[in-house]
């Protein structure tokens, strides 16, 4: 009841909260183009890669860093950011967000929907994008959820609130898919008493998928071995999407991202991949990693995990807070993700828990929301840290992002300023139309289900 009474005193205020957004929105004017070139000096930079630096600039030039350091010799024309006594990072990246998908993560209809488009579901005019951007964050990976063995493919956007939703797709992103395994998918199909019911019957269905994959490439195979032969007879076998996806996770066309918290299910998972030949990218939630890290670092699997979420079900019941800096010791690359739309704007907060739990450095902690978390989705040679040639995702915070009074500034990216707090209002410079006004979509109820 509490529980309730709690979400619904939240809605009602987003909702209030997204109706006066609107009002603000359609009478906003069009932001000033912006400039080809700008200087932030004097900031605190923090880069992700080569330490902080004092008192540092940050040259950006037609979207892109073109220098950084104590000094910059960025032209005369440039534009010129006074950021003394502030901290710059860059942009924060959630590489576990469901956010402007609404009710429409799942495909409880079947175990295995590898075919399934989260771009299908994308809304760009959800205000949890808003909320967001508003937390710093630049860069988020778009997730399908957790009710089946084999969901769907994800969908990786810059957090351009505002603009249309193809301005919004992060250019050349890898694919990604995402797995669950555990409590979630035995939970909705063995409520049906159907296949899988128990961590066997989900660990069959996903051998079967392969093993049906496995064939579905052998007679592609044959196929194109009858044409380059000239065999004028030779029959195209029927295209199947659903089995396509699963061949192109087998030829490492996609980044599969697995749902799961236990340490006996990283092991079984990990073998299944090194049975059919497939790499995992990373394990989500992986709350038990610090069990087995040792284990998994070899194998180069990430993890995205919460700072210090525990106990709300069975398989999250061993969390402990020092986990994700643990795991770290161990070798494995970590990152920390929301899973929730109130969380997704809190993202540089949850890594200052990191120096608390398990005395990671400010580097570590800045790295695990911004440059691996980049790594996960695939696109940590464009984005994740301040450094020359890589997209001007950045952010401005009034003071150290890891404290808990910290705030986010002026966000840009790609070198354009889509938030600027000192705007009256709400601080969007791109939002003109009307944001949906149902109540902001993804997963808060909920903390780390997905579902």
Known sequence: MYHATLRNR?????????????????????????????????????????????????????????????????????????????????????????????????????????????????????????????????????????????????????????????????????????????????????????????????????????????????????????????????VAPKRDLKLEALADILRGKLLVQIHCYRADEFLTEEAIARQYGYKIRAFHHALEMYKVGDQIAPTGTAIATFADWWGYKDEAWDAIPWNATMSMREGVRVALKSDSNDYIRRLNQEAGKMIHYGGATEDEAIRMVTLNPAWIIGVDDKTGSIDTGKDADLVIWNVDPLSTYARAEKVYIDGDLFFDSSLPGFGTTHFHGVMHTSGFSGNDDEIGDGQ
């Not at 990246?93 to 609404?102: N, R, T």
């Not at 992103?173 to 961590?199: H, M």
């Not at 998928?209 to 380059?228: G, H, M, P, R």
């Open 10 to 234: 939240r809605r009602q205020g987003i909702l209030a909260s997204t109706l006066a957004l609107s009002a603000i929105g359609l009478h906003a004017q069009a932001p000033p183009p912006a400039p080809t070139d700008f200087v932030i000096r004097n900031a605190t930079v923090m880069t992700a890669t080569h330490g902080t630096i004092d008192h540092g600039s940050v040259w950006v030039h037609a979207g892109k860093i073109a220098g950084v350091g104590p000094t910059v010799n960025a032209p005369s024309s440039a534009v010129v950011i006074d950021a003394s006594g502030k901290y710059l990072t860059p942009g924060i990246i959630d590489p576990h967000s469901h956010s402007a998908l609404g009710n429409d993560i799942n495909e409880a209809t079947s175990p295995v929907t590898p075919s399934m488009m989260m771009i299908d579901a994308f809304d760009n005019s959800d205000g949890a994008l808003y909320q967001a951007l508003a937390g710093g964050v630049t860069t988020e990976l778009l997730l399908h959820g957790s009710a089946n063995m084999i969901g769907g493919q994800a969908v990786v956007i810059k957090n351009k609130f505002g603009l249309s939703r193809e301005a919004m797709l992060f250019p050349n992103a890898p694919r990604s898919i995402k797995f669950a395994s555990g409590e979630n998918p035995k939970r909705v199909y063995g409520g049906r008493d159907q296949l899988p019911s128990t961590r066997m019957g989900n660990f069959e269905i996903m051998r079967q998928s392969f093993e049906d994959a496995k064939n579905y490439i052998a007679t592609q195979d044959a196929y194109q071995a009858k044409v380059v032969k000239g065999d004028k007879d030779a």
